[in-house]
Nanobody, 119 residues
Framework: QVQLVESGGGLVQAGGSLRLSCAAS????????MGWFRQAPGKEREFVAS????????YYADSIKGRFTVSKDNAKNTVYLQMNSLKPEDTAVYYC????????????WGQGTQVTVSS
């Protein structure tokens, strides 16, 4: 059974940093894309960043480009989202998700971790 478990969220002041982790288990993810999404109160869920498990190609939403970095540790089966220069508008629940590389829809989702940025 596939499990994605996020951690690392919390409260941080504007300008600060956080690193989110997503521990993946339950299958081999070599043919998967791992994505990070976020959902702020009253807003739709939006794409933040993604990384291919094999090869490490990365993609970023324009809103966070240059501030966030997605990476992975194959040995630990863990994907990270390093968030720097955080802004109050980055406040949201952040979700980790996985999809097969040839598909568009993310099949597996974590439970989410809250990130709150105070001004």
């Amino acid at each position: 059974q596939v499990q994605l478990v996020e951690s690392g969220g919390g409260l941080v002041q504007a300008g600060g940093s956080l690193r989110l982790s997503c521990a993946a288990s339950g299958r081999t993810f070599s043919r998967y894309v791992m994505g990070w999404f976020r959902q702020a109160p009253g807003k739709e869920r939006e794409f933040v960043a993604s990384i291919t498990w094999s090869g490490g190609s990365t993609y970023y939403a324009d809103s966070i480009k240059g501030r966030f970095t997605v990476s992975k540790d194959n040995a630990k089966n863990t994907v990270y989202l390093q968030m720097n220069s955080l802004k109050p508008e980055d406040t949201a629940v952040y979700y980790c998700a996985a999809r097969v590389i040839v598909t568009k829809d993310y099949t597996y989702w974590g439970q989410g971790t809250q990130v709150t940025v105070s001004s």
